[in-house]
């Protein structure tokens, strides 16, 4: 029920940082729709995160859920910006006082070896699909991409995203490997325990099983893995050594526990192809130079594997008549998302920060949110109080005060809500947040495996 006249921002993107900034907007008495791609709007948290996070994922996801399902969001799932709806149709003719990006950042950044492009699902998988088909094969309604696990697999990267695959590998080659030997064990247990403490326990090698494990490859040194907080910028040298010990001891724990192997300052180079089929890479090693990974000539060695995985990043999907700058949205200020070109447009979360950890992504949708509000819309909660005693006393002040403040009037915000529920009823969603969620929220494997509790994950 539309009741007064106020602001409307359309946010694309409803998982951490557009959820976090619905809230500061309703907070404020704001109208919000959330565009969201999928049917329900978990993002990462559904298909980034690995499916062993089963209380973090829970825990995030509920917090979604109490943020969209709001009197004030309007919410209009399976809608993608760039092909169900167009970025300037939305931004200049749906009548929107602000649209806020939370589109996240879910293209793989280009792996640096020329031609690798080209094999594609042919010896060659990218980070992002990968981890998606991971949390979601065990779905009987699953319809995406299909991958195949190999043993002795190279995973190319270095961050946490990269810790996960490596764990994906081991865990889902061992589990495979197991059960040809008649041993069930679940996923949950390999993650919890370890591969190295199950193998123990039954008596087994990865040798015995035939595996020889992936191996992970870094182009930096080890204590430059962005696996832990960095030191700060004026840090003592003591300050810097404990960060570096932390990071080895971060990496020898998952080597330990997981048996795969690590190498770094390797740089991949070169393709080997075979049978139109990538088959293995050419590294070249390197020595840190001005804190920038340089190579050295010379240091050329051939590594043959069944299977390179790109896990180097993640960077936001080109969407039609957005500017970018190199692989990002060509942003004028960090600090607020103002998007170049767009007065009325910006961006926040993964989409700007890139970095895909759910603390920034919540922090940096509030602050741009907050900076909305109080600098774009100039819209106080002093504001917001007077236009409610203005509306509950009847007062005929109302309609001059929401042209001062340049509200929409109750007639603008109707027909925007018009365009809305047309878009609502053609994903056929009606408006029961509770109902759809129900109807879309996939199989948990937890459930398919009757596990009533299951721990945390590290």
């Known amino acids: 029920m539309i009741t007064h006249p106020g602001h409307f921002v359309a946010i694309v993107g409803g998982a951490v940082a557009g959820a976090e900034a619905a809230a500061r907007l309703t907070a404020r008495g704001i109208y919000v729709a ?9 993002g990462k948290i559904e298909d980034g995160l690995p499916k062993w996070h089963v209380k973090l994922r829970d825990k995030e996801e509920q917090k979604i859920d109490d943020k969209i399902d709001h009197p004030l969001v309007f919410y209009i799932p399976s809608t993608k910006l760039g092909e169900d709806i167009g970025f ?3 931004v ?7 649209v806020l990006l939370a589109t996240g950042a879910w293209r793989d950044r280009p792996l640096p070896v020329d031609g690798i492009e080209k094999y594609l699902n042919m010896g060659f998988y990218l980070q992002n699909p990968f981890v998606a088909w991971f949390n979601h094969y065990h779905e009987a309604e699953y319809e995406g991409p299909q991958f195949e696990i190999h043993d002795n697999a190279a995973v190319i990267g270095g961050g946490l995203a990269s810790l996960d695959v490596v764990k994906i590998l081991m865990i889902e080659s061992v589990q495979s490997a197991l059960q040809e030997k008649g041993h069930t064990v679940d996923m949950f247990r390999l993650e919890r325990e370890g591969v190295a403490k199950v193998l123990g326990e039954l008596g087994l090698t990865l040798k015995e099983l035939g595996l020889k494990g992936c191996s ?9 893995m962005p696996i832990s907080p960095a030191p700060p910028v004026d840090a003592s040298p003591e300050r810097i050594e404990k960060v570096h010990q932390v ?3 971060i990496m020898n724990n998952f080597q330990t526990k997981f048996l795969f192997d690590f190498k770094d300052q390797h740089m991949p180079v070169k393709l080997v192809v075979e049978n139109d089929r990538l088959v293995g890479l050419v590294f070249r090693k390197t020595e840190i130079v001005s804190g920038k990974a340089k190579p050295i000539p010379g240091s050329e060695f051939e590594v043959r594997t069944p299977l390179v995985i790109s896990s180097v990043g993640s960077i936001p999907e080109r969407i039609p008549s957005i ?3 190199g692989e990002v949205f060509k942003i004028r200020d960090e600090e607020t998302g103002s998007l170049e070109g767009f007065p009325t447009v910006f961006a926040l979360g993964n989409a700007v920060t890139g970095r895909g950890n759910i603390k920034e992504s919540s922090n940096h949708g509030k602050k741009v949110a907050q900076w909305v509000i109080d600098n774009h819309f100039k819209w106080s909660e002093t504001d917001y109080q007077r236009l409610m005693e203005l509306i509950s006393s009847n007062s005929e002040e109302v309609e001059s005060f929401a042209k001062e403040k340049r509200l929409l009037s109750v007639d603008q915000i109707k027909r925007l809500l018009t365009k809305i529920r047309g878009a609502q009823q053609k994903v056929g969603y009606d408006g029961n947040y509770e109902k759809w969620r129900e109807k879309h929220l996939c199989t948990r494997l937890e459930k398919l495996l009757s596990l009533t ?6």
């Not at 200049?92 to 602000?98: E, I």
């Open 216 to 224: 992970l490859y870094y182009r930096r040194r080890l204590i430059d």
């Open 88 to 90: 300037e149709d939305l």
């Open 92 to 98: 200049n003719n749906w009548g929107f006082n602000a």
């Open 323 to 325: 500017p970018v700058e």
């Open 34 to 42: 959330v565009f969201e791609q999928n049917p329900l709007p978990y």
């Open 453 to 458: 509790d299951v721990p945390d994950a590290e």
């Open 247 to 249: 990071r080895r001891k």
